[in-house]
């Protein structure tokens, strides 16, 4: 199985920072990256897929990066509703995991 | 607009059998690399992908659950069931289903779960 490992597992910031989240795939998973905001008591939404692609009405602020094994996952310009934990999750092989997520909590 | 929505008991008995249903509109899970994936969260943990089945029945398990997990569609009901075996209060998480949905250009193999049901908590207690 491919690991997923998501870097840091939470973290403090305020309103206008730019923040980065990291995540490493066990092993070569091309771009076939996928990252998810999700809030509490909601489904997780998708943010980006093919580790660089914004998916259809995501904010320009949020943006993804990298090949391979690192991805990152950065926000220009953290807004309140950014808010939530972040996922990524590799969609390389089955079975298809989640790294243990990033919370963004406010400072 | 494609919805999902996960349906079946709140609370089941250790030992007992799980048996989830995912119901969806607004796509055909006979339509060519379409699938619907089955994934779960425990309280205040992280997500953890369980399942997935393909329009053409091809199914993938979670290797530690394998044993005990099956899923079944019924196209014409455009419906997906989920059975999880021997249940344990480790299992208690909210249980979602989604859409494994094609993200990229046509060949160019790209996946994601685009589309998300609301979930349902499942708890396992005697």
């Known amino acids: 199985d491919i690991q997923m490992a998501q870097s840091p597992s939470s973290l403090s910031a305020s309103v206008g920072d730019r923040l980065t989240i990291t995540c490493r795939a066990s092993?070569?998973?091309?771009?076939?990256l996928n990252w998810y905001q999700q809030k509490p008591g909601k489904a997780p939404n998708l943010l980006i897929y093919?580790?660089?692609s914004l998916q259809g009405g995501v904010p320009s602020r949020f943006s993804g990066s990298g090949s391979g094994t690192d991805f990152t996952l950065t926000i220009s310009s953290l807004q309140p509703e950014d808010f939530a934990t972040y996922y990524c999750?590799?969609?390389?092989?089955?079975?298809?995991?989640f790294g243990q997520g990033t919370k963004v909590e406010i400072k | 607009q494609i919805t999902l929505k996960e349906s079946g008991p709140t609370l089941v008995k250790p030992t007992q059998t799980l048996t989830l249903t995912c119901t969806f509109s607004?796509?055909?899970?006979?339509?060519?690399?379409?699938?619907v994936g089955w994934i779960r969260q425990p309280p205040g943990k992280a997500l953890e992908w369980l399942a997935l089945?393909?329009?053409?029945?091809?199914?993938r398990y979670s290797p530690s659950l394998k044993n005990r997990l099956t899923t079944t569609k019924d196209t014409s009901k455009n419906q997906v069931v989920l059975t999880m075996t021997n249940m344990d209060p480790v299992d208690t998480a909210t249980y979602f289903c989604?859409?494994?949905?094609?993200?990229?250009?046509?060949?160019?193999?790209?996946?994601?779960?685009?589309?998300w049901g609301q979930g349902t908590m499942v708890t396992v207690s005697s």
């Open positions: 989604a859409r494994h949905g094609i993200v990229g250009a046509p060949g160019e193999r790209l996946y994601a779960f685009d589309i």
């Open positions: 607004g796509f055909s899970l006979s339509s060519r690399g379409v699938g």
């Open positions: 089945i393909y329009w053409d029945d091809d199914t």
């Open positions: 092993q070569n998973i091309s771009r076939y």
């Open positions: 093919a580790a660089s």
């Open positions: 999750q590799q969609s390389y092989s089955a079975p298809r995991t």
